[in-house]
């Protein structure tokens, strides 16, 4: 594997060798390379099921020696999703790679444990562009593999912040488009988990690709950079344009996600908004509360 210099993200002081609870916390078996962080409490995610499903009964799953930490799936015709797990225990992250005649759309690009630029040179030999949904570390990891990553604008000096200012970005706004070919890709900002956060809307195949904003995982809202009354008017904006997709191809939890999910998200931010909702303490130690509405979650 080429040897490039990994992003200090901060996890790698702690990691520690796989332990055995460590591993029940995990239940579903996985081939890939990656040692996860000593959990105190049990990890419960809602994909766990739809995980195992998945390894149990989708045909297309390859990993490639060239980056033994992803999986990757063929979810349609030259539509690909690559699977990194998360070396917190938590938030498994997924990237998207869509392939038309002439080059072909990378979205995102994980935690940066593998070389995920190679595993992509496996699928194919065309030029591939790096679109970032946003500037979260789980999103970035192999951004310094490519020569430029495209985003919006607002997530520029969070990018910088998080790997280095010598890194080059392009800039994705409003309503651009992303031609490769044989589709298209609309860029709708939907800031509000980051400034930036934007979906790609491929209206013709009715797919939207959502990052971290639309997704069953846990929706994270606290902290610094994120805001809850942005996040409602963005996926406000995405109910009015729900007739263009009918599914979402979502950064975190089960894959695919029906688009009605977004009534859900709209619903649950609203009531934690208006103080409606009422959370436990999140899990992990995350100095949040964790609010859990009819299959969706937020961390706020
Ligand atoms: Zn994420």
């Known amino acids: 594997m080429k040897k490039y210099p990994r992003p200090k993200f901060g996890w790698e002081r702690t990691q520690q060798p796989e332990s055995e609870r460590t591993r029940q916390n995990r239940p579903i078996p996985s081939e890939l390379k990656i040692t996860q962080i000593y959990q105190k409490e049990p990890v419960n995610e809602t994909c766990w099921a739809y995980m195992k499903l998945l390894r ?3 045909k297309t799953k390859k990993v490639y020696p060239v980056d033994p930490y992803v999986e990757v799936y063929q979810f349609r015709d030259n539509l690909y999703g690559l699977l990194e797990e998360s070396p917190m225990g938590m938030g498994d992250v997924w990237m998207y790679l869509t392939i038309g005649p002439e080059k072909a759309l990378l979205v995102d690009s994980g935690f940066g444990a593998g070389n995920i630029k190679e595993a992509v040179g496996k699928i194919t030999d065309l030029p591939v562009m790096l679109v970032n949904t946003h500037a979260d570390k789980d999103h970035i990891g192999c951004n310094k593999l490519f ?38 890709f609309e860029i709708i900002p939907i800031p509000g988990h980051s400034p930036g956060s934007i979906a790609l809307l491929d209206a013709d195949n009715k797919i939207l690709i959502g990052g971290d904003s639309v ?29 263009y997709f009918e599914t979402v191809y979502a950064s975190h939890g089960s894959f695919s996600v029906d688009a009605d999910i977004i009534y859900i998200l709209l619903r649950g931010a609203e009531h934690i908004r208006d103080g409606a909702a009422k959370g436990i303490k999140a899990p992990y130690g995350i100095s949040a509360k964790l609010y859990e509405l009819n299959g969706v979650k937020f961390l706020y």
């Open 56 to 58: 149990e009964s989708n």
């Open 215 to 243: 997704q069953n995982g846990m929706v994270f809202m606290f902290g610094p950079d994120r805001d809850i009354n942005t996040y409602i008017k963005s996926i406000n904006k995405l109910t009015e344009l729900r007739r």
């Open 147 to 184: 020569d430029v990553s495209y985003m919006h604008p607002s997530e520029f000096d969070r990018y910088h912040q998080t790997i280095g200012t010598e890194f080059m970005t392009a800039p994705l706004l409003d309503g651009d488009i992303i031609d490769i070919g044989d589709r298209q």
